[in-house]
Protein backbone atom coordinates (compact mmCIF):
# COMPACT_ATOMS: atom_id res chain seq x y z
CA UNK A 1 0.00 0.00 0.00
CA UNK A 2 0.97 3.60 -0.66
CA UNK A 3 2.93 5.47 2.31
CA UNK A 4 4.61 8.68 3.34
CA UNK A 5 5.96 8.30 6.39
CA UNK A 6 8.05 11.30 8.02
CA UNK A 7 10.02 11.00 11.23
CA UNK A 8 8.72 11.12 14.58
CA UNK A 9 5.99 12.98 15.79
CA UNK A 10 8.20 15.42 17.37
CA UNK A 11 11.82 16.94 16.92
CA UNK A 12 13.34 18.68 19.65
CA UNK A 13 16.69 21.24 18.82
CA UNK A 14 18.44 23.79 20.38
CA UNK A 15 18.63 27.06 18.89
CA UNK A 16 21.51 27.70 16.18
CA UNK A 17 21.59 23.66 15.40
CA UNK A 18 20.39 22.64 12.07
CA UNK A 19 17.02 20.60 12.03
CA UNK A 20 16.72 17.75 9.82
CA UNK A 21 13.32 16.38 9.26
CA UNK A 22 12.89 13.12 6.79
CA UNK A 23 10.14 11.98 4.07
CA UNK A 24 10.10 8.54 3.32
CA UNK A 25 7.70 7.38 0.77
CA UNK A 26 6.74 3.81 -0.65
CA UNK A 27 4.61 2.74 -3.65
CA UNK A 28 4.65 6.53 -5.32
CA UNK A 29 6.37 7.58 -8.16
CA UNK A 30 5.97 11.44 -7.29
CA UNK A 31 6.49 13.75 -10.14
CA UNK A 32 7.32 16.69 -7.62
CA UNK A 33 7.18 16.92 -3.74
CA UNK A 34 6.55 20.00 -1.43
CA UNK A 35 6.80 21.21 1.95
CA UNK A 36 4.67 23.32 3.68
CA UNK A 37 4.61 24.35 7.03
CA UNK A 38 1.96 24.99 9.73
CA UNK A 39 1.38 26.84 13.21
CA UNK A 40 -1.49 26.43 15.49
CA UNK A 41 -4.57 27.47 15.06
CA UNK A 42 -3.37 27.91 11.15
CA UNK A 43 -3.19 26.63 7.31
CA UNK A 44 -0.05 24.91 5.99
CA UNK A 45 1.94 27.50 4.37
CA UNK A 46 3.83 26.55 1.08
CA UNK A 47 7.66 26.22 1.74
CA UNK A 48 10.07 24.80 -1.13
CA UNK A 49 8.89 22.18 -3.64
CA UNK A 50 11.41 20.22 -5.67
CA UNK A 51 11.07 17.73 -8.79
CA UNK A 52 12.04 14.32 -9.59
CA UNK A 53 15.16 15.32 -11.75
CA UNK A 54 15.96 17.71 -9.12
CA UNK A 55 18.36 16.45 -6.14
CA UNK A 56 18.24 19.91 -4.04
CA UNK A 57 16.97 23.16 -3.59
CA UNK A 58 17.89 26.02 -1.40
CA UNK A 59 15.61 29.06 0.06
CA UNK A 60 17.65 31.12 2.24
CA UNK A 61 18.02 28.75 5.41
CA UNK A 62 15.74 26.03 3.95
CA UNK A 63 17.44 23.18 2.09
CA UNK A 64 15.33 20.21 0.91
CA UNK A 65 16.98 17.09 -0.84
CA UNK A 66 15.20 14.35 -3.21
CA UNK A 67 16.33 10.93 -3.59
CA UNK A 68 14.15 8.87 -6.06
CA UNK A 69 16.23 5.95 -5.38
CA UNK A 70 15.95 6.27 -1.62
CA UNK A 71 12.14 7.29 -2.02
CA UNK A 72 13.12 9.62 0.79
CA UNK A 73 13.50 13.81 0.91
CA UNK A 74 15.54 15.65 3.72
CA UNK A 75 14.24 19.13 4.37
CA UNK A 76 17.06 21.08 6.65
CA UNK A 77 16.61 23.89 8.60
CA UNK A 78 19.79 25.52 9.40
CA UNK A 79 21.02 28.00 12.29
CA UNK A 80 17.48 27.28 13.69
CA UNK A 81 15.42 29.58 15.58
CA UNK A 82 12.37 28.94 18.32
CA UNK A 83 10.28 31.04 15.30
CA UNK A 84 10.65 27.69 13.33
CA UNK A 85 8.73 25.90 15.58
CA UNK A 86 5.87 24.30 14.32
CA UNK A 87 4.39 21.15 12.20
CA UNK A 88 5.91 20.44 9.09
CA UNK A 89 4.67 18.07 6.19
CA UNK A 90 5.87 16.45 3.22
CA UNK A 91 3.43 16.24 0.38
CA UNK A 92 4.07 14.31 -3.22
CA UNK A 93 2.47 15.18 -6.19
CA UNK A 94 1.29 12.20 -8.47
CA UNK A 95 -1.33 9.86 -10.00
CA UNK A 96 -4.28 11.66 -10.52
CA UNK A 97 -4.21 15.45 -11.64
CA UNK A 98 -3.54 18.09 -8.90
CA UNK A 99 -3.72 15.24 -6.03
CA UNK A 100 -1.63 16.31 -2.97
CA UNK A 101 -0.93 13.54 -0.67
CA UNK A 102 0.35 14.77 2.25
CA UNK A 103 3.09 12.84 5.07
CA UNK A 104 2.10 12.13 8.70
CA UNK A 105 3.73 15.52 9.69
CA UNK A 106 6.40 16.24 12.44
CA UNK A 107 6.32 18.85 15.03
CA UNK A 108 9.83 20.70 15.23
CA UNK A 109 10.53 22.66 18.88
CA UNK A 110 13.51 24.55 18.65
CA UNK A 111 14.67 25.78 22.00
CA UNK A 112 16.97 28.30 23.52
CA UNK B 1 -6.51 40.95 0.88
CA UNK B 2 -7.37 37.64 2.28
CA UNK B 3 -6.56 34.83 -0.50
CA UNK B 4 -8.16 32.18 0.31
CA UNK B 5 -11.15 32.12 3.43
CA UNK B 6 -13.36 30.16 5.02
CA UNK B 7 -16.65 30.43 7.28
CA UNK B 8 -17.04 29.92 9.88
CA UNK B 9 -14.22 29.38 11.79
CA UNK B 10 -15.24 27.82 14.98
CA UNK B 11 -18.85 25.01 14.30
CA UNK B 12 -20.32 23.22 17.41
CA UNK B 13 -23.30 21.30 16.24
CA UNK B 14 -25.28 18.13 17.71
CA UNK B 15 -25.14 14.65 15.75
CA UNK B 16 -27.97 14.99 13.33
CA UNK B 17 -27.63 17.99 12.02
CA UNK B 18 -26.93 19.14 8.81
CA UNK B 19 -24.36 22.03 8.12
CA UNK B 20 -22.26 23.66 5.13
CA UNK B 21 -18.69 25.33 5.48
CA UNK B 22 -18.12 27.85 2.92
CA UNK B 23 -15.02 28.83 1.23
CA UNK B 24 -13.86 31.64 -1.38
CA UNK B 25 -10.40 32.40 -3.06
CA UNK B 26 -9.69 35.25 -4.47
CA UNK B 27 -6.16 34.47 -6.21
CA UNK B 28 -8.11 33.59 -9.75
CA UNK B 29 -6.85 30.34 -8.83
CA UNK B 30 -8.72 27.00 -11.32
CA UNK B 31 -8.36 24.24 -8.87
CA UNK B 32 -10.56 23.95 -5.13
CA UNK B 33 -10.13 21.80 -2.61
CA UNK B 34 -11.18 20.00 0.81
CA UNK B 35 -8.98 18.64 3.16
CA UNK B 36 -9.59 16.88 6.69
CA UNK B 37 -7.41 17.22 9.30
CA UNK B 38 -7.42 15.03 12.27
CA UNK B 39 -6.43 15.24 15.71
CA UNK B 40 -2.94 13.57 15.00
CA UNK B 41 -2.36 16.59 12.22
CA UNK B 42 -2.64 14.27 9.44
CA UNK B 43 -4.25 16.22 6.30
CA UNK B 44 -6.25 13.76 3.97
CA UNK B 45 -7.99 15.31 0.85
CA UNK B 46 -11.50 15.05 0.05
CA UNK B 47 -12.62 16.71 -2.90
CA UNK B 48 -10.84 18.98 -5.76
CA UNK B 49 -12.78 20.88 -8.22
CA UNK B 50 -11.14 22.26 -11.07
CA UNK B 51 -13.21 25.03 -13.29
CA UNK B 52 -16.03 24.32 -11.30
CA UNK B 53 -15.61 20.50 -12.27
CA UNK B 54 -15.35 17.66 -9.68
CA UNK B 55 -11.97 16.12 -10.59
CA UNK B 56 -11.52 14.02 -6.94
CA UNK B 57 -13.39 12.27 -5.52
CA UNK B 58 -11.87 10.59 -2.10
CA UNK B 59 -13.65 7.91 -0.31
CA UNK B 60 -15.71 9.90 1.73
CA UNK B 61 -19.26 9.01 3.06
CA UNK B 62 -21.79 10.61 0.60
CA UNK B 63 -23.19 13.04 3.47
CA UNK B 64 -20.51 14.71 2.65
CA UNK B 65 -21.23 17.06 -0.46
CA UNK B 66 -19.40 19.56 -2.38
CA UNK B 67 -20.49 21.83 -4.41
CA UNK B 68 -18.92 24.92 -6.76
CA UNK B 69 -21.13 27.60 -7.87
CA UNK B 70 -18.45 29.30 -9.68
CA UNK B 71 -14.23 29.33 -9.54
CA UNK B 72 -13.24 31.32 -6.92
CA UNK B 73 -16.06 29.61 -4.45
CA UNK B 74 -16.29 26.07 -3.00
CA UNK B 75 -18.70 24.99 -0.15
CA UNK B 76 -19.28 21.91 2.13
CA UNK B 77 -22.15 20.52 2.96
CA UNK B 78 -22.30 18.11 5.55
CA UNK B 79 -25.80 16.15 6.03
CA UNK B 80 -25.96 13.58 9.44
CA UNK B 81 -23.29 14.95 11.09
CA UNK B 82 -21.71 11.85 13.27
CA UNK B 83 -19.77 11.98 16.54
CA UNK B 84 -16.28 11.16 13.86
CA UNK B 85 -17.39 13.92 11.74
CA UNK B 86 -15.05 16.42 14.39
CA UNK B 87 -11.78 17.59 13.14
CA UNK B 88 -10.35 20.67 11.40
CA UNK B 89 -11.41 21.21 7.49
CA UNK B 90 -9.20 23.33 5.47
CA UNK B 91 -9.87 24.41 2.08
CA UNK B 92 -7.20 25.23 -0.40
CA UNK B 93 -6.50 26.43 -4.05
CA UNK B 94 -3.86 26.64 -6.56
CA UNK B 95 -3.52 27.02 -10.30
CA UNK B 96 -2.85 23.53 -11.76
CA UNK B 97 -0.66 21.35 -10.02
CA UNK B 98 1.10 24.38 -8.48
CA UNK B 99 1.54 25.25 -4.87
CA UNK B 100 -1.48 25.35 -2.82
CA UNK B 101 -2.93 27.82 -0.29
CA UNK B 102 -4.82 26.78 2.30
CA UNK B 103 -7.66 28.77 4.34
CA UNK B 104 -7.54 29.44 8.12
CA UNK B 105 -9.35 25.80 8.79
CA UNK B 106 -13.00 25.40 10.20
CA UNK B 107 -13.27 23.61 13.92
CA UNK B 108 -15.99 21.43 13.66
CA UNK B 109 -17.26 20.11 16.87
CA UNK B 110 -20.33 17.36 16.99
CA UNK B 111 -21.73 16.71 20.12
Known amino acids: SQKIEQNSEALNIQEGKTATLTCNYTNYSPAYLQWYRQDPGRGPVFLLLIRENEKEKRKERLKVTFDTTLKQSLFHITASQPADSATYHC???????????FGTGTRLQVTL | DTAVSQTPKYLVTQMGNDKSIKCEQNLGHDTMYWYKQDSKKFLKIMFS???????INETVPNRFSPKSPDKAHLNLHINSLELGDSAVYFCASSQGQGRQFFGPGTRLTVL
Open chain 2, 49 to 55: YNNKELI
Open chain 1, 91 to 101: ALVGGTASKLT
